[in-house]
């Protein structure tokens, strides 16, 4: 199956911070990237579409200034959370949509704890 | 409204006892209904994909198969190695894909 890198796994910093998230198509081209959050025991809660060389689409509550997203290739994307603070602590996983296949790819996700 | 649920929330199964998932849907145009699976701390990892009613895959001890309202993931004679969330989706026209809140599945040895 197609492969998606996603570093960090980990992070954790300090509040006011930013952190920087990348996803990776290793063998493949993605037009559409997507990045979701993760509570404990909870499904993916998608916050963010986007698509190579255009805006990301942000679904209602996210906070697009908060949660920069760039898709500057057909195989990376990159999230930056800004000045995070606790309450942003989650697992963030993102997920890439192969050109030739309609199918999702996820990353391995980052940890990210804010103190 | 375009929805995806999936039941039971958690399954207990012996070593070797089969037993089935449910994923039932209503989303207008269905364009694919995906399986994957969550081992925690991970990402989702793709499982299968179906496309219309009547179609089966199959991969190990598991087989997935669609109707026009829902899917099952049958999981047969589990190993503990199974063990793991199980997450449906369904991708609807225009890219949006909905995704169901799991069943957590614990095979007991």
């Known amino acids: 199956g197609a492969v998606v890198s996603q570093h960090p796994s980990r992070v954790i910093c300090k509040s006011g911070t930013s952190v920087k998230i990348e996803c990776r198509s290793l063998?493949?081209?993605?037009?559409?990237m997507f990045w979701y959050r993760q509570f404990p025991k909870q499904s993916l809660m998608l916050m963010a579409t986007s698509n190579e060389g255009s805006k990301a689409t942000y679904e209602q509550g996210v906070e697009k200034d908060k949660f920069l997203i760039n898709h500057a290739s057909l195989t990376l994307s990159t999230l930056t959370v800004t000045s995070a603070h606790p309450e942003d602590s989650s697992f963030y996983i993102c997920?890439?949509?192969?050109?030739?296949?309609?199918?999702?790819?996820f990353g391995a996700g980052t940890r990210l704890s804010v103190l | 409204e375009d929805q995806v649920t999936q039941s039971p929330e958690a399954l207990r199964l012996q070593e070797g006892e089969s037993s089935s998932l449910n994923c039932s849907y209503t989303v207008s145009g269905l364009r694919g209904l995906f399986w994957y699976r969550q081992d925690p701390g991970k990402g989702p990892e793709f499982l299968f994909t179906l496309y219309s009613a009547g179609e089966e895959k199959e991969k190990e001890r598991l087989k997935a198969t669609l109707t026009k309202k829902e899917s099952f993931l049958h999981i047969t004679a589990p190993k503990p190695e199974d063990s793991a969330t199980y997450l449906c989706a369904v991708q609807a026209p225009g890219n949006q894909f909905y995704f169901g809140t799991g069943t957590s599945l614990t095979v007991i040895p």
């Open positions: 997920s890439a949509l192969g050109l030739a296949e309609n199918i999702q790819y």
């Open positions: 063998d493949f081209q993605a037009t559409t």
